[in-house]
């Protein structure tokens, strides 16, 4: 397998091209911290140049057929699955997660794009029941326009395939701006559509942030934003969009909550949560991390889930039998020690495994004796962390869940339908899994409530995001 690796070019208005800003971004390997390459970044002229190629691409776009669509991007996702494996060695050695899953959120990305794609056939209006005689009333969906999506780095191949499958399969442009830390992986997805598109269709930059993004949504040409990140710049967008009145989408962050019941499958459980909790080195928006747990069992889970937790192998992802692999990139590093070192300075027991010398490793870390007000239990850990408190009854446990701001997913463990009703209608969370990890598939909608989002990708409701609805009355003469 070949381990080279080279920053990619920017895809405005069909071709692809060199950034042509005076700053770059460095491109570091995060399991060794060597430099792969530099990335060159798109100019305010270049950044034009996508905008109004994106106008012209939505206005043929839009004409093609449904069905049309679908076939096209169809192509695309053979494209996607045929090189699955380059396209996930290059995640690999830029992001850091293990190739194995690496592969697995490749295929998922073209999962995602093939059902959207399929769901493209399906964008149905309606008739209504006509008011008067000689008339008709019908609702249409039609595509918004042109779209500006913006992507994080944790799974940059998934979340950018969100945004494109739901945009192009709706009849929409859209500029995607990628994850300055991910370009190469995204790069290649992204050419694996082009060729069956209008040139403008779909465009990839990557930019200084704040400047590309004000520049998108200050633009009349954009119809319609998507961002998924963090809270802070979630919020800065949604500013930036309302000003200029552009709906927007918003995935944001998320401390997920565990409720683990007496009932539950112990070994199953400990097994499925462990394996996800620490899935892409915890740095997943979706990854559980505050376990309640009910009192009769915790003292067995805990021995459990860290016994578990500190078998996992960490290393560089490239490397055969590795299972965790380092932090994104410096600066994730930093913040997850230091949440870790305030949380044990308020008083939470710390459960620590080794991590390897080099990279930006951190040790899986179980904290137990929490408490509601620790930094730990306040602030989103997006690293391999987990906290494990113990409650009395599952009423309980809901109220502790349910005091975060956040609310993307949740976790239950239990066999009992009255735990399973109760949870189901008082957590407040976007997304459940009851005894599984199943909270986001391209089927089903995906989004967050409170500060963890507003709207919805994937499903009816991911596509909906995209459409206009146009009520027409025709009355015949």
Known sequence: MSTSYRAPQLHIDGGWCDGEHAADFELVNPANMQVLDRLCLAAPKQIDLALQAAQKGFEAWQRVPAFERCARLEKGVARMRDQTEQIACMLTLEQGKPLAEAR?????????????????????????????????????????????????????????????????????????????????????????????LPAGALQLLYGVPAE????????????????????????????????????????????????????????????????????????????????????????????????????????????????????ANARRKAAVLDLIDRSVQAGARVHQGLAPEGGFFVPVTVLTQVQPAMPVMQEEPFGPVATITAFEDVAQAIGWANQSTYGLAGYLFTDSARHIHHVTQTLQVGSLAINSTGVSVPEAPFGGVKDSGHGSESGTEGMEAFLETKFVHHCIQ
């Open 212 to 327: 590309l993004s004000t520049q998108l949504i200050a633009s009349g040409l954009i119809r319609k934003v998507s961002f998924t990140g963090s809270v802070p710049v979630g919020r800065h967008l949604a500013q930036l969009s309302a000003q200029h009145l552009k709906r927007i989408t918003l995935e944001l962050g998320g401390h997920a909550p565990v409720i683990v019941c007496a009932d539950a499958d112990l070994e199953s459980t400990v097994k499925m949560m462990v394996a996800h909790k620490f899935r892409n080195a915890g740095q997943a928006c979706l990854a559980p991390t505050r376990f309640y747990v009910d009192r009769l069992i915790e003292a067995d889970f805990t021995a459990a889930f860290v016994a578990a937790s500190q078998r996992l192998v960490l290393g560089d992802g490239l490397k055969s039998g590795t299972q965790m692999g380092p932090l």
């Open 104 to 196: 697995t959120e490749s295929l998922m990305a073209a999962d995602l794009i093939k059902w959207y794609a399929e769901e493209a056939r399906r964008t149905y209006g309606r008739l209504v029941p006509a008011r008067l005689p000689n008339s008709s009333m019908q609702v249409h969906k039609l595509p918004v326009g042109p779209v500006a999506a913006f992507a994080p780095w944790n799974f940059p191949l998934v979340l950018s395939a969100r945004k494109i499958g739901g945009a192009l399969a709706a009849g929409c442009s859209i500029i995607l701006k990628g994850a300055e830390e991910t370009p190469a992986s995204v790069a290649a997805m992204v050419a694996c559509f082009v060729d069956d």
